[in-house]
Structure formats: C-alpha cells, structure tokens
C-alpha cells in the first residue's frame, strides 16, 4: 500500500533496537540489554489481593469512565509520596499518567512547536529521544561528567540556542548511572528560572539507592515553577501496571497537560491507579524498595566486580543505585559491530550508540543492564563479554 506518512516520523526508525529486543525473546541468551525489574520484584499475589480490595471497596466508581486529572486518592497519596524526595506539591498539582513515557508526550505535546531547540544529557534516555525527535525538536545534546549534566554547558546552551526544555534524569541516569550533584541540582533550577527554561526532571530511579545519601529533587529548587517533576511506579511497583505522575505547579501548563492527556486516552485506568494508591497507603512499599535494593546492590557490584577484572582500558560507571552501568571501551573499537558476535556467543548488551541524540561517534560505549540478571548469568555473560573483546585485541 502507497502511503504518504505524516512527516514527524521522517528519520525515525527504532529498527535497530527492535531487532535487538526480539533476539532477547531467545531464551538463551544473557540479556543486559533491558531496562527491566527483576521478576522477583513483581507481586503478582499483593497485587490481586489489591486489585480484589479496591473493586470491592469502590468497584463501580473503578469500572466508571473517571477523569482526565486522576484517581483522586492517588493523587492525594502520590503527593505525599514524592515529599521523601524533597518535591512538595498539593495533590491537584499531580497529573497520574500511563507512565513516565506518557508524560514525555504530554509535555513535548504542550510546548513544543517542529523545530523547537531542547538541551539533552549526551547520553540520555533513547525512549524519550524518540518522543522529542517525533515531536521534531531540534535536540542540542549537554555535556556530562561524572557529577552528570554539566552547568555552565547548559547555561551556555541556553544562551545561544534558546531552548524551550531541558531534559534531565537526575539521579542514577538511564544510560549512564550517574547523578546530578547537589549543588548542580540548585544551580539548574535557578538557571532554568533566570532565562524562563522549563525543566523535565525525570526521576524513576531516586528510589533505587544502594549507598550514599538521598539528594532532593531539581523540583524542590524550582522557585518559579520552572520544573516538571516525573516519577514512576515502573521501576518499584510494575511497569506493566503503567502509573507514573506528573508533579506541575504552574496551573495554565497543568491545564494543558490534562487537555492533552484527554485527548490522548481520556484518563489512565482506574483499577491501575487505584492499585498503586493502594499499595502507597499499605505502609508495604518502603520494605519491598529495601527488598529489591538489596538484591540490586548484589547484582551491581557482581557486575561492576567482574569489570573490575577487565583490561583497564574499559572505562566504565559506578553508580551508587539504579540498574545500568555504562561502559567506555577503547577507541576504535565499536560496541555496535561487536553485538551480533557477543549475541552469537549468548551475551547482549544496548550498543551506546543508540542513545545520543547525534548518534554516529560512540560507537565505542555500550549500556549494560544488571536487574533482570541472576548473580551467576551477570559472572557468565560478563566473562563471555570479556573473552571477546580480549580476542579482539583489547
Ligand atoms: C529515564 C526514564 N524515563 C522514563 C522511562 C519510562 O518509564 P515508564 O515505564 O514510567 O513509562 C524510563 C524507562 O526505562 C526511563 O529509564
């Protein structure tokens, strides 16, 4: 069929990681290639006994249209679950969505005009890459170092590219592991204030901590209502239930959001949401974060143990949470081409490549996912990793 598509998807083709995602339907091979929780994170059996409470509690207003701003009592007990990270909001200032990837959409869908300029972390989230290249952004990639996104290079940015948004994960980055330092945290929002910037903070990891101490959000820096705080429920809950929120202050650009939302899918499902309300009101969610911290920790440094015994000139990220590191090898030598031999030999891994906004000069660094790992396949796929890059000269 002879069809003339709409012209945001010129340049958008995701094929590259498609094919990787449906070699990892192969049972067989060790997958650091996802983003996934571990599947003993997930609770089918709390989640039913939820799921059966709040239909028999409030079943019809559940299986009711509801309405596009939220499960009223999620957004009441989301609110009070985002004070842990310091972002203080009243609960009609938290849009519930279908998930953090919903609330990309959204905004870009609220601001952003084909051609518009948004500051990017180099590396940052591929998922949203793609939602900001279909809403044809002009993406203008930030530097990072090891205390994340670098100041002055946004400030910079700003300044001579006049940027509607600025895209941050602050903490524990997709696909660096690395977070924004606190003074960094202050400074951007301030910035973001001074030149009238809107900030996404997009935060699904903060929970994910295995050491140092919790740093407050962007947002509880934001004196102008600059930052558009994201959370998810993806990571610590289910991301097959698809809940996040969006905490926005500024009420015209909630306004917008919810239009948005509306048109979109009317409202995200109530039985999901009041799941999620559910378990933040059990007092059980802080012991299952603790739970599934502890086995995380032991995958990252089984992990970053088995790096450790890699030629030194592997550089690579130690987080202090979060599930992926991030690996630097050797110029010249390309993570991209040496997928389909690691694959072959029963190991994946995402080719670094795929997540800077002006993809084509990283071929060197690969993103690696320990999650959704036991400790014995991190040791097998990541001595098969090492084997052959050894073999190739490294
Ligand atoms: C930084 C970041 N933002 C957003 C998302 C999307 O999460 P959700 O499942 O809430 O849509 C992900 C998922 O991996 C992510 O890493």
Redesign the pocket.
Known sequence: MQVSYASRFDGISGSAIRDIFKLLTNPSIISFAG?NPASSALEPGRISQFAQEVLAENGVNILQYGQSEGYAPLRESAATFFRHNAVEARPDQVLPLA????G?DLICKALLNPGDAMLVESPA?L??LQTFKLYQARLVPIEMDEGGAIVEDIERKIIAERPKLIYL?PTF??PTGRTLALERRRRVAEIARMHGVTIIE?D??CDLRYRGEALPAIKSFDKGDNVLY?N?F?KIIS?GL?V?AVVCTDEEMMRKLVVGKQSTDVHSPNLNQAIIDRYLRSGLLSEHIELICASYAAQMSKMLEMLEGFPESVRFTRPDGGIFLWCELPEGFSATELLPEATRRGVAYIPGDHFYARPGAHHNTLRLNFSNASLENIEKGMLILKELLIEKGL
Do not use: M, T, V
């Not at 998930?99 to 919903?102: E, V």
């Open positions: 983003g998930g953090s990837q919903q990309l989230f998922g949203a994960i980055q997709n997009d699904p990891y994201l998810s993806s991301p698809r996040a």
